[in-house]
Structures are given as C-alpha cells and as structure tokens.
C-alpha cells in the first residue's frame, strides 16, 4: 500500500516541477515583453533609422536616395557652424553644472540645517521643479522682452537687455535653467546628505573638528555617489541643450547661442532640410556623449576607490 499510494505522490511532484521550469523562463519574457517592445520601438529602431540616415543621402522630403558614406560626416564636420556650436555648448554645460552642483548642495544644507522653516523652505525651491522647461522658457521669453515684459520700461531707461548680446543671452538662459532645476538638484543632494550616518557627525564633533573641517573631510567625501550622479545627469541635460535657445534667443544674436542640438534642429528641418547630414551629428553627439559619461564614470569610480 505504501509503495502504491507514493509512486503517484511522485509523479505528482515531478509533474509540478516540471511546470514550474517551464513556467518560470516563459513567465519571465512575458512580465518582460512589454518593456521590450516599448525600448525597441522607441529607442533601438529609431537609434537603428539614426544611423541608417547619416550614412544616406535622404532629404527632407526626398526619401532615401541611396548611400551618401562618409560624405555626410564630412559635410557635418564642415559646416560653418559645427565648431562654434560645439564651443558654446562646451562653454554653456562647465558654466551651468558648476552653479547647479554648488547652488544645489548649499541649498541642501540649508534646508537640512533650517527647522523652523525647512518645510516652506524646500517647498519653494522645489516649486520650478514641477514647471515644465517649455513653460519656463516662454515664461522667462515674457520676462525678458524689452516691448511686453515687466521691466521694459527699466531696461529702456538703462539702455540694456537681456537677449540682444551673446553675453547677456547665455547668461540670461543660464539664469532660467538655474532657476528651474535647482531644487531637483537640492534634492539629489538633500538624500545624499540624509544617507550620511548621524553617528560619523558626532564623532567628529567628539574629536573637536570644526564646521569646515566636517564638511570638507566627512561631507564631501561621503558625497561622492551623489556627485556622481548629479554631475553625469547634469553634463548630458546641458550637452543635449535644445528648447531653452529655440525659445529665447533662437540660437542668436549672430548665431552665438546655437547649440550642437539646435544645429541639429536646423540642418534637419530648415536650410540644408538634409536628414543624412543631421543624422552624421546625431551619431556624433552620441559617440561624444558615451565618451564623456564613460569617462565621468571611470574618474569617479578611481576616487570611490581611493
């Protein structure tokens, strides 16, 4: 009886085994195929027609006409604009994610600092956050209008405006962008200070170290994941630079503000109309932007470890 009554208890149990093998790599790609296909056809056939269109003669309204390699990179490389596009955005990106990293741990430490006023406190710096960047740049484009905007009259009593010289309109842009993404950027570095252990202050407090002491042996270096992050997220965001110069200033006064994206922008779809060489930009803005991340990555991996 007891050898009858078990040989079908096995079969049972090697049956289920059997169902739950099969079971758990099918499960998996189906709870998976929904992030698949929405990565392949948002991401990796668009990256795929990218490539395909800088290696092509393809105007804007021709279709493909066939190869064009490599005289669309050529041609990329030799516009009149390539290099100085390149140059501001260099410029603009040191310029801005000095002042968000720095303006965004201050204002963290502000925030943590404060008691009586931290909740109104991080409530207004986060505030921008939630307006979109289209929002705030049509925003500031009324504020900073020498016809319509609120200090019209004040700017032409002075003579001076906000975006008629290149040096005005970067910092003008600059103003806007740090306005909007400062308390994101607090943020960051506001749960990057929280994850500091409390019992490493009092130590340090124990040992007689100062204020500046603390924050420069404890604070900082404890803050290196953090920095990491924000300063990877922040070069991308400025390198990829678009809506804020299309809005304001339109890549002027005499092209001075024109980005490697608004170039992009205009070769595609006014003057050239040319996908095939607004395609060899893109790939080139891509291989430059993984260059630049891997190199973050690697130089703040090597002080991690040091």
């Known amino acids: 009886m007891t050898l009858t009554a078990s040989a079908p208890q096995s079969a049972t149990a090697r049956v289920r085994r059997r169902r739950r093998g099969y079971g758990g ?14 990565v392949a056809c948002l991401f990796v056939i668009p990256l795929l027609l990218v490539f395909q269109m800088s ?4 105007p804007l309204l021709g279709g493909n006409r066939g190869i064009n390699f490599p005289e669309n990179y050529v041609d990329a490389v030799d516009h009149r604009l390539f290099w100085d596009s390149i140059r501001f955005t260099l410029l603009y990106t040191v310029i801005t994610t000095v002042i968000l990293i720095a303006l965004g741990l201050g204002l963290a430490l502000l925030v943590q600092e ?3 006023w931290k909740g109104f406190l991080r409530t207004a710096f986060l505030v921008p956050s939630a307006l979109g960047l289209a929002s705030a740049s049509l925003l500031f484009y009324v504020l900073y209008s020498p016809i319509a905007g ?4 004040l700017m032409a009593s002075w003579g001076i405006t ?3 010289t290149p040096e005005g309109a970067l910092w003008s842009t600059i103003f806007l962008i740090v306005w909007r993404y400062a308390g994101f950027y607090m943020l960051l570095m506001l749960v990057g200070l929280q994850g500091i252990p409390d019992d490493v202050y009092e ?3 124990i040992d007689g170290a100062s204020r500046w002491q603390t924050f420069r042996d404890i604070t900082v270096p404890l803050l290196r994941p953090t920095f990491a992050l ?3 997220m922040c070069v991308t965001g400025s390198l990829l630079a678009f809506e804020q110069f299309y809005i304001l200033t339109k890549g002027g006064p005499d092209n001075s503000t ?3 994206v608004q170039l992009i922008y205009n070769v595609a779809f006014q003057g050239q109309n040319s996908l095939g060489i607004a395609g060899a930009l893109s790939v080139i803005v891509l291989l430059a932007l993984i260059v630049i991340n891997v190199f973050q990555m690697r130089a703040f991996g090597r002080s991690e470890e040091s």
């Open 162 to 164: 906000f975006l008629g």
């Open 25 to 38: 790599p099918v499960l998996g790609w189906l709870y998976a195929a929904p992030t698949a296909v929405f």
């Open 150 to 153: 609120p200090f019209a009259d």
């Open 203 to 205: 130590a340090a407090r």
């Open 55 to 58: 290696a092509s003669d393809w």
């Open 114 to 116: 404060s008691t009586r």
């Open 230 to 232: 924000t300063t990877i």
């Open 258 to 260: 024109m980005t490697v």
